[in-house]
């Protein structure tokens, strides 16, 4: 069975405080070494000697019990200044004889939590850290009663094993990513594809199933290396066939080939026409926003016929669309407008003689205003670029201004299957019910998560709005991702619950999760930002 092979020490094993015990593995069979213990929290069944972790370094066997090594992360709201703000536990929990259980202590200069049960009611038990309810026969780890606003609450918590979830990225870019459908690589092996552009951004899916499990051992295990740094707001290394090589982090620029993208454009180039036209006016006589989707020209354009402004002549390249709107002037790439074109008259035929005339001012810019010339027709009606007059230069930078950073977005999508559903009932198609009625909240980490219409249960968060290192691996492969189903005590029973495994928060203070033999439990906590409801807050729960 799968042994982990690292030599250096446990992280936190030297400190006092001890790791959360689980449960006391015992051997699957006779012949298994007796100085191991089996871990059974994935189907992977580690056999793991003492002082070492198992293959996915979350488990450890620590004096002949299995222990897991991340502490699970509790969550405070406070309110300071008007808004709720999250403190971290101080690690000291009352014990029903009353003396306090010492942990560790956080920096001085942070507000922290004491354990004061009176202040129960503004904490959430999160599933960071709280394992899992494989071989799936058992309860969630963690099925925590509480009060909010005077209601009988349950909160189900526990960690879920993901081989159905994916990652769907958006890219604030113009910029040529690739072809759609085209597969996205990490070092070399293919993660994940190219899917439909929105506006504005290019989108990605990366990950799933397929690429866990489906091709080569070196595949999921790539694939699955990939999404747990992407969902812990790590920077990954991609590469797309036929298009560009990318490092994309939530919350950061992207950088396409080397460069880091800096604006999201305004809006394409019919838009940016009509959004500027007003300005444009009087200071231009033609004005051209290339943008490889649609190109907007000011004088054909209605924005420009409501003004009352002279043709130009301006012959353009591509398909028109509709008057001042030309489709597929240039390929998609690098260059101006998310097109391949480096010199922007190449998407000009022409000029109509009987129209244009030698003077005729002309504005060229992009949808961000990162490129932009200004150009004045000379007696043969040829385009000469000149210095751009300051007035124009100013609209230019407030298109530039208008466009919003350019950002990577990362959510975490995942199918939540009937194991992870036995955990919260017996029976679990009540849990599915429950929540497409609005009676279960569901949150990944504390954070909020959108529930998808349909069958089953599959969740949508924001890696961003989740703790830091909320997400972990399995070999087998697969993903590991916390997830917490909360609602009222009543409408739990109802359902079907583990009315049995419910605890008080002060009992899941003293003891840890239901099968921890007793050891204190061993929690830390992780910031989240202050726009994130408080999860037993929000309607429909106390609406």
């Not at 074109?341 to 030698?358: F, Q, R």
């Not at 007793?518 to 409801?533: D, E, K, R, T, V």
Request: charge should be negative; glycine fraction near 12%; include cysteine.
């Amino acid at each position: 069975m799968t042994e982990h092979t690292k030599t250096d020490g446990l992280p936190g094993m030297d400190a006092p405080e001890l790791p959360q015990v689980l449960e006391r593995a015992r051997p699957r069979n006779e012949r298994m070494n007796v100085a191991k213990v089996e871990c059974n929290a994935c189907p992977v069944l580690c056999q793991i000697s003492e002082g070492r972790s198992g293959a996915c370094d979350r488990y450890a066997n620590q004096a002949g019990v299995l222990v897991r090594v991340d502490p699970v992360v509790l969550l405070r709201k406070t309110i300071e200044d008007g808004e709720a703000r999250l403190v971290p536990f101080s690690g000291r929990v009352v014990e029903a004889g009353g003396d306090a259980a010492e942990t560790s202590e956080p920096s001085a200069a942070q507000p922290t939590w004491n354990g004061d049960l009176l202040l129960t009611e503004e904490v959430f038990v999160t599933g960071v850290g709280s394992s899992t309810t494989y071989p799936d026969y058992k309860p969630a780890p963690f099925i925590v009663g509480s009060q909010a606003d005077g209601v009988d609450m349950v909160t189900v918590v526990t960690e879920g094993i993901f081989s159905y979830c994916s990652f769907k990225v958006k890219i604030d870019t113009d910029r040529f990513l690739g072809p759609e459908q085209a597969n996205v690589r990490c070092k070399g092996e293919v993660v994940g594809h190219v899917t439909t552009a929105e506006y504005g951004s290019q989108m990605l899916s990366l990950g799933g199933v397929h690429h866990l499990t489906g091709g080569s051992k070196k595949e999921g295990r790539i694939a699955n290396e990939m999404m747990q740094a992407l969902g812990n707001k790590q920077a990954v290394e991609l590469t797309i066939d036929g298009g560009s090589q990318l490092v994309i982090q939530a919350g950061k620029a992207p950088i396409v080939n080397g460069v880091a993208e800096q604006r999201m454009r305004v809006g394409c180039g019919s838009a940016a026409i009509g959004i500027f036209a007003r300005q444009f006016f009087g200071q231009a006589d033609e004005v051209v926003v290339v943008d490889d989707h649609i190109t907007g020209v000011l004088t054909e354009h209605q924005a420009g016929r409501c003004l009352d402004m002279k043709s130009s002549g301006i012959k353009m390249r591509g398909r028109k669309s509709t008057p001042g709107r030309y489709f597929q002037v240039a390929n998609p790439g690098t260059g101006w407008g998310g097109t391949d074109i480096a010199d922007p008259l190449s998407i000009i035929e022409g000029w109509d003689e009987a129209v244009a005339w030698p003077g005729l001012r002309l504005l060229m810019t992009s949808t961000t205003g990162e490129h932009a010339s200004w150009y004045v027709l000379d007696e043969s009606l040829v385009p000469v670029e000149a210095e751009m007059p300051e007035a124009v230069r100013r609209i230019v930078e407030r298109i530039g201004e208008n466009c919003e950073p350019s950002l990577t977005s990362v959510l975490f999508l995942g199918g939540a299957g009937g194991s992870l559903r036995a955990g919260v009932t017996e029976n679990p198609v009540l849990l599915t019910r429950s929540i497409k009625n609005a009676l279960v909240n569901v949150t990944c980490g504390g954070a909020p998560a959108y529930v998808w219409p349909g069958g089953g249960i599959t969740v949508m968060a924001d890696v961003l709005r989740m703790p830091d290192n909320s997400f972990g691996t399995v070999p087998t492969p697969a993903i590991v991702a916390p997830i917490e189903f909360s609602m009222r005590r009543s409408d739990y029973e109802l359902l079907g619950g583990h009315m049995s495994e419910v605890r008080s928060l002060r009992e899941v203070l003293e003891r840890g999760a239901w099968h921890n033999d007793g050891a204190p439990l061993s929690a830390s906590w992780l910031p989240l930002p202050s726009a994130n409801p408080w999860p037993l807050g929000r309607p429909p729960l106390l609406g």
